[in-house]
């Protein structure tokens, strides 16, 4: 087994277990836990999604129900997110799963009507996601005030 304990200290441990596995030592590899943080990665790429998404959707929640207070800096925030989503999805193509699948779609909505709620003290937004998810993610796309 390794000499260092994974509960440990966990960046000595990765830094060993990169060392065996280069080295060819297979056979002392700690592979439990380099299979739980190699999950932890996967898990990791799908929360960045999950949290630029639901940032992007708060910010066009405010855009249209604010519209009095649209401002440049919203813009830049629609704009940033929605650049870093596509190179995201760009660097982790399998991610583009996760945008077609209705309980993600869910859960992300909820979480952005939450950060809408929380930045602008409102109510009253839709239960579900109004708009189409290729008006979302267009660069150039806002929606209309109510």
């Known amino acids: 087994m390794t000499a260092t304990s994974y509960e440990t200290d966990?960046?000595?441990?990765?830094?060993?277990?990169?060392?065996?596995?280069?080295?060819?030592q297979f056979d002392q590899l700690d592979?439990?836990?380099?299979?739980?943080?190699?999950?932890?990665?996967g898990k990791s790429e799908q929360r960045e999604l999950a949290s630029r998404m639901?940032?992007?959707?708060?910010?066009?929640?405010?855009?249209?129900?604010q519209p009095e207070r649209q401002s440049a800096s919203w813009k830049r925030t629609i704009k940033e997110q929605r650049r870093a989503l596509a190179f995201h999805l760009k660097q982790v193509p399998s991610l583009k799963s996760r945008l077609a699948d209705p309980?993600?779609?869910?859960?992300i909505w909820a979480d952005a009507v939450t950060l809408a709620i929380n930045e602008?003290?409102?109510?009253?937004?839709?239960?579900?996601?109004?708009?189409?998810?290729a008006d979302i993610l267009a660069q150039d796309w806002l929606p209309s005030a109510v």
């Not at 592979?31 to 990665?41: F, G, M, T, Y």
């Not at 639901?54 to 129900?65: E, M, S």
């Open 54 to 65: 639901a940032v992007l959707i708060a910010h066009l929640l405010k855009w249209q129900y």
């Open 120 to 133: 602008t003290g409102m109510g009253g937004f839709p239960d579900e996601c109004p708009w189409a998810l």
């Open 10 to 24: 966990v960046v000595a441990w990765s830094s060993e277990q990169a060392r065996l596995i280069r080295a060819g």
């Open 31 to 41: 592979l439990e836990h380099i299979a739980e943080e190699i999950e932890d990665v």
């Open 103 to 107: 309980e993600w779609q869910g859960a």
